[in-house]
């Protein structure tokens, strides 16, 4: 790690933390989910934040953009709430008061404490006690909008995708499956649901009784890393098994993926012609786009080494790719660029220095919001945690889209400017 850049040829990295955290600059890129967006996925649930207001001016506004206001609800706490004693009574009747006003009373209420309760030890098992006490027919689920947990050895983002199955409660298992985790609809052209045929998905989800539902699965699929936590705390509450199947681009590691996919369920479709779909797309992109110059970023998958690897594989000129860290399952992507593509550029996406780059002065093609933003360039490809898109057809799919970026120029920061991408309430 050197404290000194933001930018370091792949050949240089020696651990998955290339960049010091310090003095961070978000670029203007929105369509990211936040704390705020990511909880409405339960369908028929209220959300309150009983923070102090610096924190809530974020969430409120988030929740306003996305229409969520009729499910939003905030507590606020002041500096003297700090200090008198009181802060459990504040957040229970604060919340208390709240749930006494809706009108219907939703089944499922989570709650979000901020980083200053938890530097006074507020007594959360007390508060809970009592709101339990208080709305009986109420599922009341703990969470966390605490910035320092950014760096705490479980992120706030995996602690809000664990809480978002608090809800579900043990019951008889019916040999279903869930798809865990995402913040978008499982593609259903993907060759998971050529071997599974059906699962439930909390994003197509659209009564409380769905929900509860999938505590009766048996399997939990989930893709992306900020899953772990939640399929761990799934199996152990509910004895659902894991399965990983990541958003990969490596094409031995998708189908090593879709073998034990199979093998778990005794279930063996022929696939073949989805890895030749692949092929055949890939071949096609590169015949139109020929050597434009190619950037990929973090918040478009959780794999973009991989994604740079497949592509430069098949004759593409990657150049860039912006990433703050190298998550778990690149570390073979990682080790193929340093050997046959050492000069790739890897550059952080929220150091400080990020905000004097200068945009490219030759043409760019972008995958994701912050190489788009970064490059200056109006054609990209608007993808954020791979749309949903798995395996062979995501690759398809993405260089059908990568085709359509390179033809057809966007209005780059109108589309920048929309929060939350996909958060339709």
């Not at 990433?323 to 929220?350: F, N, R, Y």
């Amino acid at each position: 790690m050197n404290e000194h850049v933001a930018k370091i040829q792949v050949k240089d990295i020696q651990s998955s933390t290339p960049f010091h955290a310090g003095l961070e600059f978000t670029p203007q890129t929105r369509g990211t989910w936040t704390i705020a967006h990511t909880p409405l996925l339960i369908p028929e649930s209220h959300e309150i934040f009983v923070c102090p207001q610096g924190c809530l001016r974020g969430v409120v506004l988030s929740a306003a953009e996305a229409h969520g206001m009729d499910r939003f609800s905030m507590v606020t706490v002041t500096e003297d709430d700090l200090y008198n004693g009181k802060i459990e009574e504040l957040f229970i009747d604060g919340v208390s008061d709240i749930v006494e006003h809706l009108d219907p009373q939703p089944p499922l209420v989570m709650t979000f404490t901020s980083c200053v309760h938890h530097f006074v030890a507020i007594d959360l098992d007390l508060v809970f006690k009592e709101l339990n006490q208080r709305f009986p027919d109420i599922c009341f689920v703990e969470n966390y909008m605490n910035c320092t947990m950014r760096h705490s050895k479980v992120h706030y983002e995996s602690m809000t995708t664990k809480q978002l199955y608090a809800g579900l409660q043990p019951t008889k298992q019916d040999g279903s499956i869930n798809i865990i985790g995402n913040y978008f609809t499982l593609d259903r052209d993907s060759e998971i649901f050529q071997i599974i045929g059906d699962a439930k998905d909390l994003c197509q989800m659209r009564t409380f009784d769905e929900y509860l539902e999938m505590a009766a699965s048996s399997y939990n699929i989930y893709n992306a890393p900020v899953a772990i936590e939640c399929v761990q705390d799934l199996e152990k509450r509910l004895n659902q098994k894991p399965i990983y199947m990541p958003y990969s681009w490596d094409i031995e590691e998708i189908k090593q993926d879709e073998a034990k996919l199979m093998e778990i369920l005794g279930i063996y479709p022929d696939l073949s012609r989805y890895e030749k779909d692949a092929l055949r797309a890939l071949e096609k992109l590169h015949d139109a786009i020929k050597d434009i110059e190619i950037q990929i970023d973090m918040s478009a998958t959780p794999r973009p080494l991989s994604l740079a690897k497949l592509l430069l594989e098949h004759g593409f000129h990657v150049t860039t790719v912006y990433t703050d860290t190298i998550l778990p399952g690149e570390e073979k992507a990682l080790a193929w660029l340093q050997e046959h593509h050492p000069d790739l550029m890897v550059c952080a996406c929220v150091d400080f220095r990020c905000r004097t780059w200068q945009k490219s002065t030759t043409p760019v093609l972008a995958i994701g919001q912050k190489a788009a933003y970064y490059s200056g360039t109006d054609h990209f490809v608007n993808m954020i945690v791979n749309d949903g898109m798995y395996g062979f057809v995501a690759i398809r799919k993405l260089c059908e889209k990568m085709l359509d970026a390179y033809i057809y120029p966007k209005e780059t920061q109108r589309i920048l400017d929309v929060k939350a991408r996909g958060c339709v309430l």
